[in-house]
């Protein structure tokens, strides 16, 4: 059995790749707090980077993302009011934020072409 591989052992492609999955789960949650800005008792939801990518760490916690796929911990404040004008600023820095992914990616696949075309 290959042992599973923890995020500083990802290569460049698995990094970006989750990163782009962890933003992407990020935009729903700042999208879903500010469709529930009036929703009485609802509670402002957010990905925290950090401390998901920490817990990769974990053998078993790395064994279960690898398994289920990425999946950002929701940070939920219950009491903490909801600015519209600051969810939209944080969508546009994620939206950045996926923008630079998206350019990593394609950085890394055009190199991998370049590889294989070189090898011909």
Do not use: C, W
Not at 23 to 41: C, E, F, K, Y
Not at 70 to 87: F, Q, T
């Amino acid at each position: 059995m290959t042992p599973i591989k923890d995020f500083t052992q990802l290569d460049g492609m698995g990094k970006v790749s989750l990163m782009m999955d962890l933003i992407s789960q990020r935009q729903r949650s700042l999208g879903a707090n500010i469709a529930n800005v009036d929703t009485p008792g609802y509670v402002r939801k957010d990905i925290d980077f950090a401390q998901y990518l920490g817990t990769l760490h974990n053998p078993l916690e790395t064994k279960m993302s690898a398994a289920l796929g990425p999946s950002g911990v929701l940070d939920e404040r219950r009491y903490e009011e909801i600015d519209p004008a600051n969810e939209l600023a944080e969508m546009q820095k994620n939206a950045i934020l996926y923008t630079m992914a998206t350019r990593e990616m394609s950085s890394i696949i055009t190199r991998m072409k370049t590889v294989l075309n070189v090898g011909k």
